[in-house]
C-alpha cells in the first residue's frame, strides 16, 4: 500500500517550506521551533520526500529546500526513522532520479549519498545495483540523475566501495564507467572521468587493474569541446602523476605539451587543474629530467598566468586606492589559530634553515576564492626555482625586465610578484641583481595604485634575508622608512602587507633595528588609533614580533611609555569572552618577556584576567560535561593562550611574579589543566609549570607529589609537544628539589629512557629528554646510574648540537656524577662520550675539570697503548679539540 499524505498535514510543511526562504530572522526563529515539533511525527519526512519527488506543482527551489531539510534529518537521526518510512524514502529517490529538473535530480543524489553514509550502504544492497543499472536508461534524465548520485557516493565512500565488506562492487563498477568515456553527451563523460577520479589516490584494487585502458580513454578525451570534461581529464592526469607515474612515463613528452596548452585554456577552471600538473611535476624525482627541455614554452606560461585578471581586479576593488575608513565585515576575519608554547634549546647552528616555512608565502588575495590561477602559477614558478635554482633564470630575466619596467600597472604588478615567487630558489643568482632591484622595488611601494604597493611589500619581505646583510644606510634603512609609511597607507590591503613584512624584517634584523626603535613605535602606535579590526590583529603580531626581536632593547622608560597605554587601553575594552584577546594576549608574552622588570606596573590587572579567563574556562568544561544538553563546550582556546601568558609574565617577571602567585589560586586551576582532556591544554600548563618552578618554587613544592604523577603520565610522545614540555618541567623541577626528588624518579625514569631510545623522535624532544635525564641523574645520581648504558649513546649525540648554555652545563654535571658512581656503563660508548665534551666551546671551570678527570681516568684505566688505538678511531678535528682542551 502506497503512503499517501493527509491534505492539511501538506499544507502546513508548504507552509514552512514557504516561509523558511524568508530573510526574516524571526521568522527563522518561528520555522526552527515548527521544525522541531514537525519531526516528532515520524511520518513527516514521508512529507518531505513526497514534496520532493511527486509534488510536480511546486516550484523547484521549494521541492529542493523539502529534499535538503529531508537529508538534514537523516544526517541527525536516520537509524530512529521507523523502518516503512525509511523504506518509502528509499523507494521515492530510486524512482525519482530521472526527474525532468536537473536540481531535483541533484538533490535526490544528494539525498541517497546521505543515507548511503549513514552505514546504510551495507543495510540497502539493492541501491549499487539499481543504479548501475539505471546507466543504462534510454531516457537522458534518468542516466544523468544515476550517475549525478554515484558520483556522490563515490565521493563519499570511496573507502568503503574498495573493501570486502562490500563484496567489492568496483570490479564491476569501474569498467562499467569507462564504457561512458564514449557516450555522446558531455555531462555523462564529465560524471564517468569524475567517478572514477575518486579512486586514484587510494589505488583502489579494480581500478589498477584497468589502468592501461583508463589512461588510453583519457587521452582520447584530452581534446573534448566541454570544459568540464577537459578539467576532469587534467584532474586525472595530476592525481596519476602522484600514484602511478611509471605509467604516464612512456608518454610524458606529449602529456607535458598537452598541459601547456591546458594551462593556457581558455576556461579558468580547466586552466586551473593543469596548472597543478606543475606543482605536483616539482615534487617527483623526475622533474628535472622531463622539463628542462620544456621549461623555454612553460616559465612564459606561468608568468602570464600570475597577471590578476579583469574580474580578480573588480573582485578586490582594485580601483579602490583608498579604504581605511571603511569597517570590516566580520567574515572577512579569518579564524586565528594559537600555537601553544613549546620549549626549546639554542643550537649551534642558529637559524637552521628557518623550518617553519612561511604557510602564507603567496601574497594574499584573500577576498578572492582563495586559490586561483593566479596563485597557483606563483606557487608552481617557487616550487620550480627551488627545483631548478640558477637554471631557471635565462628564460625568467628578459621576461622580468620587460615587466618591472611597464607602464600598465597590472603588467608590473606582475613582474613583482614573479620576483618574490623565485626568492627562495633562485636567491644565489638573483644576488647580482638586487642592487639595481631593491631600490625599484622600494620606490614601488609609493606606486600610485595600492594592489603595486601591498605586492611590493611582500616580494621586499621575500629578500629581507639579504636586506639585513648589506650595510643598514644602503638598504635596511630606506626599506624600513618607506614600510613605515606603508603601515600608515590609506588602504587596507596596502596596511596589512607592509605589516605581514614589517614583521618578516623584524625577525630577520633582530637587534638592528634597535636604534630605529623610537620611530618605529611611534608609526605602530600611532597605526592603532588608524586600524579597522582585521589588520588591529596583524598589528598586534608586528608588535609581538618586535619584542621577540630586541628583546630586553624594548625595556626603556621612553619606549614603555609609548607602546603600553594603547596596549592597555585594547586589553581593558575587550570582554573575558572576545576572541580578539588571543592576539591581543600573545602579543602581551612577548612584550613581558621584552621588558621584563619594565613590564611590572601592569602585571596586575593582566595576570588576574589570564587566572579568571582559565577559571571561567574551566568551570564551564565542568558544567558541559555534566549537562551537555544545558551547556555549550567552551573554547579552550581562552585558557590556553591565558596560560601562555601567565609563562610569558612568569618567565619575564621572575622573582617578582611571586607575590601575584601568592594571592591567587593559580596552583589549583593548574591541577586541573595539566589533567585536561585537550593535549593543548597540557602542552600549556606543563610550560607553565616550568616557568613557575624557575620564578617561585615555593609555591610549586607544596604540590609536587601530585603533580608528577601527572607529569609521568604525559612523557607519552604520541603527543610530542605535551610530553616535550612535561619533560622539561620534570627537569626543573629536579634541579630545585636536589636529592628530595628521589621518591618521584621511579615515576618518570624509565619513559626518558625509552623515549630517547625511540626511532624518529624529534630533535627537540630528543634534547629535552637528554637535559631532563642528566640533570636527574645531577640530583639522584644512585637512582639514575645503574640505568647509564641504556641511554649513554643518544644522550651524547643529541646534546652534542646544543650551544654551551646553563641547560647544558646541569645536564653534563648529572652524566659525569653518574659516570663517577657507575663507569662502567659508559665504557662501550666512551667515543660518544669525548665527542659530546668536545663539543664544549667553553666549560666553567669545574666542569672543564670534571671532564678532564674522567677522560684522563679512562685513559690511566686502559693503559697508554689501548688508549692510542681507541683514539686512533676519532675524526682528526675531535682528536685535536681533545688534545688541545684535555691534554689526552
Known amino acids: 500500500m502506497d503512503w499517501q499524505p493527509d491534505e492539511q498535514g501538506l499544507q502546513q510543511v508548504l507552509q514552512l517550506l514557504k516561509d523558511s526562504q524568508s530573510p526574516n530572522t524571526a521568522t527563522q526563529r518561528v520555522v526552527q521551533d515548527k521544525l522541531k515539533q514537525l519531526n516528532q511525527f515520524p511520518d513527516f519526512n514521508n512529507y518531505l520526500i513526497f514534496v520532493l519527488t511527486r509534488l510536480k506543482s511546486e516550484d523547484e527551489p521549494t521541492r529542493s529546500l523539502s529534499g535538503l531539510i529531508l537529508k538534514n534529518n537523516v544526517k541527525a537521526h536516520f537509524q530512529s526513522f521507523p523502518p516503512p518510512v525509511a523504506e518509502f524514502i528509499k523507494q521515492e529517490c530510486l524512482n525519482h532520479l530521472g526527474d525532468a529538473s536537473s536540481l531535483i535530480r541533484a538533490t535526490i543524489g544528494i539525498l541517497i549519498t546521505t543515507i548511503a553514509s549513514k552505514g546504510e550502504l551495507q543495510m540497502w544492497p539493492e541501491l549499487l545495483p539499481q543504479l548501475c543499472n539505471l546507466l543504462n536508461s534510454e531516457d537522458y534524465n534518468t542516466c544523468e540523475g544515476a550517475f549525478g548520485a554515484l558520483q556522490k557516493i563515490c565521493e563519499d565512500s570511496s573507502e568503503l566501495l574498495d573493501s570486502d ?239 618591472l619596467f611597464h607602464l600598465e600597472w597590472v603588467v608590473k604588478e606582475s613582474g613583482i610578484l614573479v620576483l618574490g615567487a623565485i626568492a627562495e630558489g633562485c636567491m644565489q643568482g638573483m644576488v647580482p641583481y638586487l642592487p639595481e632591484l631593491i631600490p625599484h622595488l622600494i620606490r614601488c611601494l609609493g606606486d600610485r595604485k595600492a594592489l603595486v604597493r601591498s605586492i611590493a611589500c611582500w616580494t621586499l619581505s621575500r629578500y629581507a634575508h639579504w ?48 636604534p630605529y626603535l623610537s620611530f618605529i613605535l611611534d608609526t605602530l602606535v600611532f597605526a592603532f588609533g588608524k586600524y579597522q579590526h582585521k589588520n588591529l590583529l596583524i598589528l598586534y603580531d608586528a608588535i609581538g614580533t618586535l619584542a621577540d626581536s630586541v628583546g630586553h632593547h624594548l625595556n626603556q622608560p621612553e619606549y614603555i611609555q609609548k607602546l603600553m597605554p594603547p596596549l592597555i587601553q585594547k586589553w581593558n575594552e575587550l570582554k573575558d569572552e572576545d576572541k580578539d584577546l588571543f592576539p591581543l594576549l600573545e602579543c602581551l608574552s612577548s612584550v613581558a618577556t621584552a621588558l621584563q622588570s619594565g613590564f611590572l606596573p601592569y602585571c596586575e590587572p593582566v595576570y588576574q584576567r589570564c587566572v579568571t579567563l582559565v577559571q571561567k574556562t574551566l568551570a564551564q568544561a565542568m558544567m558541559y560535561s555534566q549537562h551537555p544538553e544545558q ?92 610530553c616535550n614540555n612535561a619533560t622539561w618541567a620534570i627537569g626543573e623541577i629536579c634541579m630545585q628539589m636536589g636529592a628530595e626528588m628521589q621518591p618521584y624518579v621511579p615515576m618518570v625514569l624509565q619513559n626518558l629512557v625509552e623515549i630517547i631510545n625511540r626511532p624518529n623522535t624529534p630533535k627537540t624532544l630528543l634534547e629535552n629528554t637528554a637535559i631532563t635525564i642528566g640533570r636527574l641523574g645531577f640530583v639522584c645520581p644512585q637512582e639514575v646510574a645503574p640505568m647509564l648504558q641504556q641511554f649513554i649513546r643518544p644522550w651524547c649525540t643529541s646534546l652534542r648540537n646544543i650551544r654551551d648554555n646553563e641547560e647544558k652545563d646541569s645536564a653534563f654535571r648529572g652524566i659525569c656524577v653518574m659516570i663517577g658512581v657507575n663507569p662502567g656503563g659508559v665504557v662501550q660508548d666512551f667515543i660518544f662520550f669525548c665527542d659530546a665534551v668536545a663539543s664544549w666551546v667553553s666549560p666553567k671551570d669545574d666542569l672543564r675539570e670534571m671532564f678532564y678527570k674522567i677522560l684522563h681516568g679512562f685513559k690511566a684505566q686502559v693503559g697508554d697503548e689501548n688508549w692510542q688505538q681507541f683514539s686512533e678511531q676519532f675524526p682528526p678535528l675531535l682528536k685535536e679539540r681533545l688534545a688541545a682542551f684535555y691534554g689526552v
Not at 555531462?187 to 572521468?193: F, G, Q, W
Not at 606603508?486 to 614583521?503: H, M, P, T, Y
Not at 591565558?642 to 622573582?655: F, M, N, T, V
Open 467 to 514: 636586506v639585513v646583510a648589506q650595510p643598514p644606510e644602503l638598504y635596511l634603512k630606506p626599506l624600513m622608512t618607506e614600510l613605515l609609511q606603508r603601515i600608515l597607507d590609506g588602504n587596507k590591503r596596502v596596511q596589512e602587507a607592509a605589516c605581514s613584512a614589517f614583521a618578516t624584517l623584524e625577525e630577520e634584523a633582530c637587534t638592528e633595528l634597535v
Open 631 to 722: 551547556y555549550e563546550a567552551p573554547d579552550k582556546d581562552f585558557m590556553i593562550v591565558a596560560l601562555d601568558l601567565l609563562s610569558g609574565l612568569a618567565e619575564g617577571l621572575g622573582g617578582h611574579v611571586e607575590q601575584l602567585v601568592a594571592r591567587s589560586n593559580i596552583m589549583t586551576l593548574l591541577f586541573q589543566c595539566m589533567q585536561d582532556t585537550m593535549p593543548e591544554v597540557r602542552q600549556s600548563s606543563f610550560a607553565l609549570l616550568g616557568d613557575l618552578t624557575k620564578a617561585c618554587f615555593v609555591h610549586v613544592k607544596p604540590c609536587i607529589a601530585e603533580f608528577m604523577p601527572i607529569l609521568g603520565t604525559n612523557l607519552n610522545p604520541e603527543f610530542i609537544s605535551v
Open 165 to 403: 565488506a562490500l563484496n567489492r562492487p568496483l570490479n564491476v563498477m569501474i569498467p562499467k564507467f569507462l564504457q561512458f568515456f564514449k557516450h555522446c553527451s558531455p555531462k555523462i563523460r564529465s560524471h564517468a572521468i569524475a567517478c572514477v577520479n575518486q579512486f586514484i589516490m587510494d589505488r583502489a584494487q579494480a581500478l589498477m587493474e584497468n589502468i592501461d585502458t583508463f589512461i588510453e580513454h583519457l587521452f582520447a578525451l584530452a581534446v573534448d569541446e566541454d570544459p568540464e570534461v577537459r578539467k576532469n581529464v587534467c584532474r586525472a592526469l595530476v592525481m596519476l602523476l602522484e600514484v602511478r607515474i611509471d605509467r604516464l612515463i612512456p608518454h610524458m613528452y606529449s602529456i607535458i605539451q598537452y598541459m601547456l596548452q591546458r594551462t593556457q585554456d581558455s576556461d579558468e577552471n580547466v586552466a586551473l587543474e593543469a596548472c597543478e600538473f606543475w606543482l605536483t611535476l616539482a615534487e617527483q624525482p623526475i622533474c628535472k629530467d622531463v622539463l628542462t627541455a620544456h621549461l623555454v614554452q612553460l616559465i612564459p606560461i606561468l608568468v602570464h598566468g600570475m597577471r590578476y585578471s579583469e574580474i580578480d581586479i573588480i573582485l578586490l576593488k582594485g580601483d579602490v586606492e583608498e579604504d581605511e575608513a571603511v569597517p570590516d565585515s566580520e567574515q572577512d576575519i579569518k579564524p586565528r589559530f594559537h600555537k601553544s608554547r613549546t620549549v626549546t634549546l639554542a643550537h649551534e647552528e642558529q637559524r637552521d634553515g628557518d623550518g617553519d616555512g612561511d604557510g602564507d608565502d603567496e601574497d594574499d588575495d584573500d577576498t578572492l576564492s582563495d586559490w586561483n590561477l593566479r596563485k597557483c602559477s606563483a606557487a608552481a614558478l617557487d616550487v620550480l626555482a627551488n627545483v631548478f635554482r640558477e637554471e631557471l633564470l635565462p628564460h625568467l630575466l628578459p621576461l622580468l625586465k620587460e615587466l
